[in-house]
């Protein structure tokens, strides 16, 4: 109460008679008082939009989850649907939070837009941010031969025909974390390729990220 008496004026009237409609006090503009910090906590991450129960079949339905989080797996239902596409938004979010953009860069999905040319927009940014995509993945993209030519992993403009593959419109991650965070970058990339990985069962679960020197620094 005294701090909040120190920020204040007291008011009168004139004729010093009470008013009880009246303020008793005028609050002076000052920094904001003193509070206790609140006790620390641990932070959690959130359901990321494809929470099952564990007695649930993986592929009961299919997960409503952000265009820009979603694996390669979730795009193309090349492997049944488990914890590690949560791995996979992770190292999304993580990207997000420490570069200040994110991995995909990708706009919401409007009404009326085709989900098809969604898909290949997405496929077609890990092909060139991540790296290319394995051969699983491009038998199971059924629009492959709109974006490459046969047996090459070279990108190419096939409504002109052109013969020479587009030229990268966005840096790869590696080049992105280098450029961002030079100091960090080998720590930091370290713990992506891994939660990056196109092969779900190569990913990491949560207990064996956090085993990597990214977080005590040691990497």
Not at 182 to 208: F, M, Q
């Amino acid at each position: 109460m005294a701090k909040i008496r120190e920020s204040t004026v007291e008011i009168k009237r004139i004729d010093e008679k009470l008013d009880k409609w009246a303020s008793r006090y005028l609050v002076m503009p000052q920094p904001l008082v003193e509070t206790n910090q609140r006790p620390v906590f641990p932070i959690k991450i959130s359901d990321l939009g494809a929470a099952i129960l564990t007695s649930e079949a993986p592929t009961a339905r299919t997960p409503v989850m952000a265009i820009s989080l979603r694996s390669p797996e979730l795009i193309l239902n090349s492997h049944p649907l488990d914890i590690y596409i949560y791995i996979w938004s992770f190292g999304c979010l993580m990207f997000e939070i420490l570069i200040g953009e994110k991995v995909l860069a990708l706009m919401p999905l409007m009404p009326g837009c085709n989900i098809d040319n969604r898909n290949d927009n997405s496929l077609l940014q890990m092909h060139i941010i991540l790296g290319p995509l394995p051969e699983n993945l491009h038998a199971r993209w059924a629009r492959l031969g709109k974006y490459f030519r046969p047996g090459s992993m070279e990108h190419y403009n096939s409504m002109i025909g052109g013969p020479e593959g587009i030229p990268s419109p966005v840096p790869n991650m590696e080049a992105t974390v280098r450029q961002a965070l030079p100091e960090e970058a080998e720590v930091i990339l370290s713990l992506l390729r891994e939660i990056l990985n196109y092969d779900p069962l190569k990913r990491p679960s949560a207990l064996e990220s956090l085993k990597n020197g990214f977080w005590d620094g040691s990497g």
